[in-house]
């Protein structure tokens, strides 16, 4: 059984999702935020001490955007992958990365000096918002080519950029989203499996407390 440690709504969303959308069975393991602070026995799982992290078998993983391209293509065939013969196997393995890479990076400068060490570095918070949205304009280019990222179909791909939309809407820095990517985050988040995710979450969460 494939296991994820996952805090609600961190970058351990993208695996996730993905494991919603291949319909895999899954054991979440839901843990408090920070858990390098909250739950120090989670030291002795991932000494990193970073959320996800992710186990199947003998396999140990701790990116998100990497666990994503592992699961569906150790999964797979799947229309979630795009196989290296195919025209657009570059490009998705490029949009996997920069959803982390480019995308998530500057949103976790916001996230850190507007969120949780207010009045620090407003500055850097400022800066990075604006760098985040500037690299933004790369996933509006590619929608004016169709709905999804890339191969003409949703991908994992959109996965991974989509979760950072999902981060950007909490960090509310979708209020400048354009009209397209607006309708790009709307179709993301009401496919089935994003939705099973959240539930997912929630359900985990409950558990937690209940027991
Ligand atoms: N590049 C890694 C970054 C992992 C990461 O930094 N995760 C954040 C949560 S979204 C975290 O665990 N932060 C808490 C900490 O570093 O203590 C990934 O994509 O999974």
């Given at each position: 059984m494939i296991e994820l440690w996952h805090c609600p709504d961190a970058r351990s969303f993208?695996?996730?999702?993905?494991?919603?959308?291949?319909?895999?069975?899954?054991?979440?393991?839901?843990?408090?935020?920070?858990?390098?602070?909250?739950?120090?026995?989670?030291l002795q799982i991932n000494?990193?001490?970073?959320?996800?992290?992710?186990?199947?078998?003998?396999?140990?993983?701790?990116e998100s955007a990497g666990i994503v391209q592992y699961l569906v293509t150790r999964y797979g065939p799947n229309d979630l992958a795009v196989?290296?013969?195919?025209?657009?196997?570059?490009?998705?393995?490029?949009?996997?990365?920069?959803?982390?890479?480019?995308?998530?990076?500057?949103?976790?400068?916001v996230l850190r000096y507007r969120q949780f060490e207010p009045g620090k570095a407003e500055v850097v918070a400022d800066d990075y918002a604006k760098w985040f949205l500037s690299r933004l304009r790369h996933v509006d280019r590619a929608l004016?080519?169709?709905?999804?990222?890339?191969?003409?179909?949703?991908?994992?791909?959109?996965?991974?950029?989509?979760?950072?939309?999902?981060?950007?809407?909490?960090?509310?820095l979708d209020e400048t989203f354009s009209p397209a990517i607006?309708?790009?985050?709307?179709?993301?988040?009401?496919?089935?499996?994003?939705?099973?995710?959240?539930?997912?979450q929630k359900m985990d969460l409950a558990e937690a407390l209940s027991s």
């Amino acid at each position: 059984m494939i296991e994820l440690w996952h805090c609600p709504d961190a970058r351990s969303f993208r695996p996730l999702w993905a494991l919603e959308e291949l319909g895999l069975p899954y054991e979440l393991h839901l843990l408090p935020f920070p858990p390098r602070v909250r739950e120090p026995a989670y030291l002795q799982i991932n000494p990193l001490g970073t959320i996800p992290a992710m186990k199947d078998g003998p396999t140990f993983m701790t990116e998100s955007a990497g666990i994503v391209q592992y699961l569906v293509t150790r999964y797979g065939p799947n229309d979630l992958a795009v196989p290296v013969d195919d025209p657009a196997y570059g490009a998705w393995v490029n949009w996997l990365h920069f959803g982390e890479a480019t995308l998530t990076f500057p949103q976790t400068l916001v996230l850190r000096y507007r969120q949780f060490e207010p009045g620090k570095a407003e500055v850097v918070a400022d800066d990075y918002a604006k760098w985040f949205l500037s690299r933004l304009r790369h996933v509006d280019r590619a929608l004016a080519q169709g709905d999804w990222l890339c191969a003409g179909r949703f991908t994992a791909a959109d996965i991974s950029v989509g979760y950072a939309l999902l981060l950007a809407h909490q960090l509310k820095l979708d209020e400048t989203f354009s009209p397209a990517i607006k309708a790009y985050w709307q179709r993301l988040k009401v496919r089935p499996a994003f939705v099973a995710a959240k539930v997912a979450q929630k359900m985990d969460l409950a558990e937690a407390l209940s027991s």
